[in-house]
């Protein structure tokens, strides 16, 4: 049961922050049964607050969450995530009509969630463990990480991105985005082939893949919407399966006729990426390998994306700016009444300056001390888990509206500090490692036996990811010092960086630099790292003058040089284990043009210490 509670405790806090159509009974009922299935999931206007710009979310979708988690055999099956088509459309917040009391709803929502952040972070801090807890600590998350990678198939499909601005340069609309047309990470043989392995096998692998992950600037073009915030989809007449439509058409491989349709920051990138873990505790293989390998990263920046980027830094910088004083301004126009507007322009001014001053006044201070005083004893009651009346929770409430962030978790500081000096809280003490941290995604009303774990639930957990505390610390005691703790192999075939002008017209390539065969091998030891870093070949082109009979300003000499139309590979469902099997190298027989070795405190057999 412990482990049902934790992950309905997580999903319910995840998805109650950003889906608005969610039945926190339904998705409880699925996770005990260990079928969860959630369709047309709409996400909230609001969704993107947390960023703290000033975005609304136009139109919002998940088609298909599905998560099934065969409770009474984790170690013999896999816990499968399924999610297909999420969809995002966003638009700058138009200087509209101020909602006071919507403006104050979001920005409270935002702040209190940033707080509960901060409370996790403070459960997970390991500054005041004993060196045996911490220990402790951290074998259990490597066991819990183990497990997931272990149990965990993820499969993600269609992701679409999208911000649209007629705001920022009127008459030169623009949208960018980001799409993805599949994430996936299955367990596999030694071989790479798909397969489920019973937890029991020596080494685990995990065959990760990455299909079209691409970022797109599109100038001067179309939008779906109406480029504001102003209103959602519904409200501006578009249709909810068109825009479906049109976003899961935008998804495209490298190779697809209409990839000229778009302005690509960066193009459509595939990759794969198998990870190896060994179980056996030997010390002469790595405890975990990972080798990542792409074909083509290509970046390409334009003019008008640098002019439409410029602009709307400077609309956001508004915006932040006149949110400050929106709750004074007149509702008519400065042509209807220019005395509203001279009132208030000097009002945004005296406002500000009033407030300072006041906050240097006796009657402030005693204000701030006398609601600190007032939180922070509220706030101990609520940790001591005492009931609070129904006055104290307004007036809690009240409290947290009224004050800041930072002053707010200032006193919630002095409030602990208080606690473990009354020694009241102790019982929570203990799991405030990775158990009040699994814990902590439960909300504040729920019960103390909600964020305890008893002895009987505790031996389930283990149980569960297959944990054994003391011999998990003792294998890692006096591990050597030449043990490869983390061996991460990267490839990439061919890479471009691209600047250009007149995207609409000519479409000149003003300098383009191509490179290939670069990689980069990492190995991490217990006191020591080293790195090193290879570049096959690089060419650099000129073309920033016309006719220019000295185009390639820079080659590797021998270097032949590799047709565009070659350079470009997309990875297909026959090849995603190739290259896999072997030690990634794809540079060619000839000394690389360029190499970098890097070491932090060398490790050297005979040695102990450097």
């Known amino acids: 049961m412990v482990l049902e509670s934790l992950v309905a405790n997580l999903l319910n806090r995840f998805l109650g ?58 170690r013999g099956k896999p816990v499968s995530i399924n999610i297909e088509d999420v969809f995002l459309l966003a638009a700058p917040k138009e200087d509209q009509e101020y909602d006071a009391e919507e403006e104050d709803r ?16 403070k459960e997970r801090d390991t500054a005041n463990m004993s060196k045996e807890e911490q220990q402790k600590n951290q074998t ?4 819990l990480t183990q497990t997931i990678i272990d149990n965990v198939q993820i499969q993600i499909k269609n992701v679409h991105i999208r911000y649209e601005d007629a705001i920022s340069y ?62 959602d989809a519904h409200e501006q007449g578009i249709d909810h399966g068109d825009i479906v439509q049109k976003f899961r058409d935008m998804i495209l491989k490298s ?28 010390n ?16 390409l920046l334009d003019d008008h994306q640098y002019r439409d980027a410029l602009m709307l830094v400077d609309l956001f910088h508004y915006f932040i700016r006149h949110q400050e004083h929106r709750r004074f301004q007149p509702r008519a126009s400065p042509k209807e009444d220019p005395r509203a507007w001279f009132k208030f322009a000097g009002k945004a001014v005296l406002d500000r300056i009033h407030d300072r001053n006041r906050r240097w006044t006796w009657d402030y201070f005693k204000e701030r001390r006398d609601d600190r005083l007032r939180y922070i004893e509220l706030f101990k009651k609520k940790k001591k888990e005492e009931k609070l009346t129904p006055d104290e929770t307004r007036e809690l409430d009240t409290l947290e509206k009224k004050w800041t962030y930072d002053d707010l978790r200032f006193w919630r500081s002095l409030g602990r500090n208080q606690l473990r000096k009354e020694n009241i809280g102790v019982k929570k003490q203990a799991p ?40 998990q610390i003792s294998d890692t005691v006096d591990v050597p010092k030449e043990v490869i703790k983390l061996q991460v192999d990267m490839s990439l075939k061919t890479g471009s960086f691209t600047l250009r002008r007149d995207p609409h017209g000519k479409k000149t390539d003003m300098l383009r630099l191509l490179f290939d065969d670069f990689s980069v091998e990492f190995l991490q030891r217990t006191d020591s790292m080293l790195a090193d870093l290879s570049l096959g070949g690089m060419r ?8 220019n009979l000295f185009e390639q300003m820079l080659h590797v000499k021998g270097k032949p040089d590799i047709p565009d139309s070659k350079r470009v590979v997309e990875v297909s469902d026959d090849d995603k284990t190739e290259g896999l099997e072997e030690k990634v190298d794809t540079t060619s027989e000839d000394e690389p043009f360029f190499s970098l070795q890097f070491e932090s405190n060398p490790w050297t057999a005979g040695q102990t210490q450097h």
């Open 255 to 282: 190779d697809s006729p209409e990839i000229d349709k778009h302005q690509y920051i960066l193009k459509p990138v595939s990759g794969r990426a198998g990870l190896e873990m060994d179980k056996t505790g030997k």
């Open 540 to 547: 650099l082109y000129d073309g920033s003058t016309p006719g």
């Open 432 to 471: 405030r490692t990775w158990g009040s941290y699994i814990w902590g995604g439960a909300s504040q009303q729920e019960s103390a036996d909600d964020s305890q774990m008893s002895d009987e639930q505790r031996k389930e957990l283990y149980s569960a990811i297959d944990f054994d505390e003391k011999k």
């Open 106 to 121: 979001r920005a409270h929502a935002v702040k209190m969630e940033k707080l509960e952040s901060a409370e996790l972070l």
């Open 140 to 143: 259990f998350t490597a066991a």
């Open 17 to 74: 922050m950003y889906v608005r159509n969610f039945d926190p009974k339904q998705l409880n009922v699925g996770i005990w049964s260990g079928d969860v299935k959630l369709r047309d999931l709409e996400l909230r206007r609001e969704a993107l607050d947390q960023f703290h710009l000033p975005l609304n979310v136009v139109e919002g979708h998940i088609s298909s969450l599905v998560l099934q988690i065969p409770w009474s055999n984790l």
């Open 170 to 231: 009127p008459g030169h609309p623009f949208a960018a985005g980001l799409t993805l047309r599949e994430l996936s990470a299955v367990s596999t043989d030694e071989n790479w082939r798909p397969t489920w392995i019973q937890s029991s096998s020596g080494t685990t692998h995990k065959l990760a893949t990455l299909g079209s992950l691409a970022v797109y600037w599109d100038t001067d073009t179309e939008l779906i919407s109406d480029g504001t915030g102003e209103k």
């Open 284 to 299: 002469d293989r790595p405890k975990m390998k990972a080798r990542l390998l792409f074909n083509e990263l290509g970046f």
